[in-house]
């Protein structure tokens, strides 16, 4: 099934995304947060295709929080989540981090995510219990994690709600080195590859987190909430991350992360 998504994603990116790069004009939703023409053509090639490989509904962004709430209270038993362009402020200024993010979520878990920058051609994907993998490479992509000391952590300090965690983020952090790229379904599929070694967000909605969560768990990674070690409970629309590229460095930065909160 994974591979039949994997053909859908790479088809709508490059008959609905791509030709819309550096094309189209931007306009801002209610809740100011940018879409484009490309976002709403995505979305609608996606809710048009991805129900006939299962024929679940389609939860997008480009939704009403209405229309969201009623299609994930009503479909316990499978839900296509996707995100047509996460990174739309990158994918409108030309900044080649931007993905198309699809997830089959069954009771409330990811079953299925697939991930894809068509700037770089990268396609992240995994099926829970059959590994994650990179353009056909298995993820991850290095053997180790870097010590914590050296470790490189995605880090989007804007959605922190404590206060204390940002500032010792800031002034006494255990890695060495941070980045936010501003697409959350990509940093995920980076973790998972290697790239980065640590993750922290405040909170991120559905579409953000459902396929690189899965992504990451089948590549070896641990990952939590800051406020609970079970990741896929607690608040659907505004869930917090708290992750790292292998365990043994998760139960370190968990510890790190829950006494500076």
């Not at 931007?26 to 129900?51: I, V």
């Not at 700037?119 to 990179?134: D, N, P, V």
Request: proline share 4%.
């Amino acid at each position: 099934m994974v591979d039949q998504v994997i053909r859908v994603v790479r088809d709508v990116a490059q008959t609905e995304v791509m030709p819309r790069f550096l094309r189209v004009g931007k306009n801002r939703k209610e809740d100011g947060s940018l879409f484009t023409e490309a976002d709403l053509a995505s979305q609608a090639a996606l809710e048009r295709l991805l129900p006939t490989i299962l024929p679940h509904p389609v939860l997008g962004e480009e939704m009403s929080a209405a229309e969201q709430q009623a299609l994930w209270d009503a479909n316990r038993d499978g839900l296509w989540v996707v995100d047509p362009i996460d990174g739309t402020t990158n994918f409108v200024n030309g900044l080649p981090y931007f993905a198309i993010s699809v997830a089959l979520i069954v009771a409330g878990r990811a079953e299925v995510g697939v991930v894809y920058n068509p700037a770089s051609g990268e396609m992240f994907y995994a099926q829970r219990g059959q590994g994650a993998h990179l353009n056909g490479m298995a993820l991850p992509l290095k053997k180790a994690a870097n010590p914590m000391g050296d470790a490189i952590a995605a880090v989007d300090l804007k959605y922190l709600r404590s206060g204390r965690l940002a500032s010792r983020l800031l002034s006494v952090a255990p890695f060495s080195s941070q980045r936010n790229m501003g697409a959350s379904t990509l940093d995920w599929c980076y973790l998972a590859a290697g790239r980065y070694d640590l993750y922290v967000h405040g909170g991120q909605k559905l579409w953000d987190y459902a396929a690189g969560a899965v992504i990451l768990e089948e590549a070896g990674g641990g990952l939590a909430r800051l406020e609970d070690d079970d990741f896929w409970s607690g608040p659907v629309w505004q869930r917090s991350a708290l992750a790292a590229f292998d365990t043994e460095l998760f139960g370190q930065w968990r510890r790190w992360v829950r006494n500076n909160q």
